[in-house]
């Protein structure tokens, strides 16, 4: 094997071939020429990657690897760790994006030759974009040797797809093979947040461009709140962990435009921002932050007499707040401060003096609840804090605007990570921001019962000054109130008659078939169908996991970073099959008229069926069976995966195929129907008990 060559573990070959480590472990077992480990441990071996390529194309299972396939592979087995590999990548992606004449030159010698002539070329652009105070260091020859062969592969990815997204498909792919590692910050929220620090004349009510000035993330972490700004002249980041300072400024800069006059000033630095302010002296126009919650250990003890504690010094157990000030401070006056809380911020009693100050002062100027799901941790609805610098001579805000978002999931919308509708949950927070921010506002703002509401400051100058939006709006007429409750009632009733009409004919007794069958797999070599996987890549709707066993329209949102981070969409058409990856259960959805032109989610696998050999509802019927999905299932862990290469399918003629595929249709109509009911059923039941408890139904 080269010195030089990649290596690939088992998880690594997985992704390659489509199909689960289980599968990897058992071709390890049946195969004498399986690839031998080059590396690694007993327990998570590595292979070398040319190796495990023609071992794939010689088998039928890999036809191609694609070219952002083989960079990440180059990456991921990186001598140096992922990490450094994808710093050095975005360097270079930088050096190709500012300089592609100088990247050529370079690049038309040996490796070690472009090992030694590229720190300098590296250090002038880096220098070039960063100044001499820079999160991202120049790498020296030797260190940067054994990324030649990277650097070469990313520069041909950029050429496919462009220097920033290439870098992002890479970011994106280290940030989702290390999920715990990192704090993500959703593209939904993300842009929901720069669109709140927005003066009201550049919202997106003119054509949706976001236009910020100076804007500063006091807790950059990997950059996703500055990328969502529009056309801003500066942005200031700091980050505390030194590798992911030095990704969140390559991201920027790649995000940014190029070399030139009048370009973006970018400034990221390293180091812990509370006790050690790289930018002591920044007035910025606007500060957007997802701090880091339920920090003990912020500076406590060494901060007590910082002047930024203006509106009182911050408890042990509020660091939360120790962080609103901070952005306070670094904002100009009338300037805006957008900054994700966790819930418990809005009410624990050892910040309350605090809160009643921001009140008082008319800094705090809206509390928006988001849905669970929004952000990390995913389980917890989350809070938006906007806030305002006030004036020398501005009298105090005698309103706080209150929100709550997570309202539309007791209405049956979809929630949850993944799930949850951000557009509807923008338009509502924005609308009512809008509303209330509106310059020279004269009229009291609308209230909407359970959404949001324009709350007196005084009434929450209590003793506990308790700002959960919840606990001040108005409950919502039960149900929609009582018509609507009525309406409701209609379609369960029409919904139950149908069901009636779909129930199956008693079962006719039959004698078990002796019939021979053949894997998916099979069909897949021989043409007959074609399996993919998803990615969550789209620019559209995308049929998710959640989607698929509650057989409801796609309701997910394209995965974060947008593609082509994840590789291209895999757009669903009529008459494909998807089979869920986790889970071990019987599930398989065909895709009708409706759903067709949506993305595929992750964790999803699609049976793209020849219609001249592969009826979809029989396919689809047949792979649902219990007996089937039970030996095509392995175990890891704690977690259930389903291979769809060994599901089985019996050898029929296509005129029997669909005389089957008839029956499974007519099964899944009755299955809709049911599960309709269900759900209507169960609003209508908590629809009566919330209007029975609260006066909005009279009891009869």
């Known amino acids: 094997m080269p010195d030089d060559s ?26 004498a020429d399986f690839p031998k480990p080059v590396g690694g441990t007993e327990a998570s071996p590595s292979f070398a990657l040319p190796e495990v390529e023609r071992w794939l194309r010689d088998q039928g299972k890999l036809a191609e ?80 040797l054994p990324s030649v062969p990277l650097l070469r592969a990313a520069a041909d990815l950029a050429a496919e797809t462009g220097a920033r997204q290439a870098f992002d498909f890479l970011f994106g792919r280290q940030l989702d093979t290390n999920p715990r590692q990192y704090t993500l910050t959703p593209p939904g929220l993300a842009e929901l947040m720069a669109d709140l620090a927005e003066p009201q004349r550049d919202t997106a009510r003119q054509g949706g461009r976001r236009g910020s000035r100076t804007v500063l993330d006091p807790a950059a972490g990997t950059g996703a709140l500055l990328c969502a700004v529009g056309r801003p002249t500066a942005l200031y980041a700091q980050e505390a962990d030194p590798d992911l300072s030095a990704l969140t400024a390559l991201r920027l800069a790649l995000h940014s435009e190029g070399s030139g006059t009048g370009r973006l000033t970018l400034a990221v630095r390293t180091g812990d921002t509370l006790r050690a302010d790289a930018f002591p002296q920044l007035t910025a126009d606007a500060v957007l932050c997802h701090p880091p919650f339920n920090e003990r250990n912020w500076g406590h003890d060494e901060l007590a007499y910082d002047p930024r504690w203006e509106y009182g010094f911050p408890a042990r157990t509020e660091s939360e707040l120790a962080w609103v000030q901070h952005a306070l401070a670094h904002l100009r006056e009338g300037g805006t401060a957008v900054v994700l809380m966790p819930p418990a911020a809005a009410s624990r009693r050892s910040g309350r003096r605090i809160r009643a100050d921001l009140l008082r002062r008319g800094a705090l ?120 409750l009525t309406r409701v009632r209609e379609r369960l009733d029409g919904t139950l008659r149908l069901t009636t009409r779909l129930t199956p004919p008693p079962a006719v007794p039959g004698e078990p078939a002796r019939r021979p069958f053949t894997t998916v797999g099979e069909l897949a070599r021989a043409g007959a169908l074609q399996l993919r996987s998803g990615t969550g890549a789209g620019t559209g709707p995308v049929l998710t996991e959640h989607d698929v066993l509650a057989g409801t329209a796609p309701s997910g949102t394209p995965a974060q970073p947008a593609p082509p981070a994840d590789g291209e969409p895999l757009l669903l058409e009529a008459g494909d099959v998807i089979v869920p990856v986790l889970g071990g259960g019987s599930v398989a959805r065909v895709v009708d008229d ?100 609260d006066g909005t139904v009279a009891p009869e």
């Not at 809008?434 to 703002?445: C, H, K, N, Q």
């Not at 959960?468 to 108005?474: D, E, I, Q």
């Not at 595929?600 to 009826?615: F, I, K, V, W, Y």
């Not at 669909?658 to 099964?667: I, K, M």
Request: net charge neutral; aromatic share 6%; with cysteine.
């Open 65 to 144: 690897v694609p070219l952002r396939e083989r960079v990440w592979q180059q990456l991921a087995g990186h001598p140096a760790g992922a990490v450094t590999a994808l710093v050095h990548a975005g360097c270079a992606l930088l050096l190709v994006r500012d300089r592609p004449t100088a990247w050529l030159e370079i690049t038309a010698v040996s490796d070690a030759r472009m090992a030694g002539v590229l720190p300098a070329a590296l250090d002038h652009v880096l220098g070039d974009r960063f100044g001499p105070e820079r999160a991202v260091p120049t790498p020296t020859e030797s260190a940067i």
């Open 365 to 484: 100027r809206a509390v928006v609840a988001l849905p669970a799901g929004a952000a990390p941790p995913y389980g917890v609805p989350l809070h938006i804090w906007v806030l305002r610098k006030p004036g020398a001579e501005q009298s105090p805000a005698p309103e706080l605007l209150l929100v709550d978002t997570a309202e539309p999931e007791s209405a049956g919308a979809p929630s949850g990570r993944d799930r949850l509708d951000w557009p509807a949950v923008r338009r509502a927070v924005l609308d009512a921001w809008s509303l209330f921010d509106a310059p020279g506002r004269r009229e009291p703002v609308e209230e909407r019962p359970g959404a949001s509401r324009a709350v007196p400051v005084i009434e929450l100058l209590d003793d506990d000054v308790d700002l959960a939006p919840a606990r001040h709006l108005p409950p919502p007429a039960a149900g929609g109130g009582a018509a609507e």
């Open 594 to 693: 409706a759903t067709a032109g949506a993305a595929l989610g992750r964790n999803l696998q699609l049976l793209r069926p020849d219609p001249a050999a592969l009826d979809p509802w029989f396919l689809a019927g047949f792979l649902r069976g219990t007996a089937n999905g039970r030996q095509a299932s392995s175990y890891a862990s704690t977690a259930t995966r389903l291979d769809a290469r060994r599901l089985q399918v019996p050898r029929l003629p296509l005129a029997e195929q669909r005389r089957y595929g008839e029956q499974f249709s007519a099964l899944a109509a009755f299955e809709d129907a049911l599960r309709e009911a269900g759900r209507l059923g169960g609003q209508l039941v908590q629809g009566m008990y919330d209007g029975l408890t």
């Open 6 to 31: 990649t290596e690939v573990t088992a998880a690594g070959i997985a992704r390659l071939a489509g199909v689960g480590r289980a599968a990897v472990s058992n071709w390890r077992r049946r195969h």
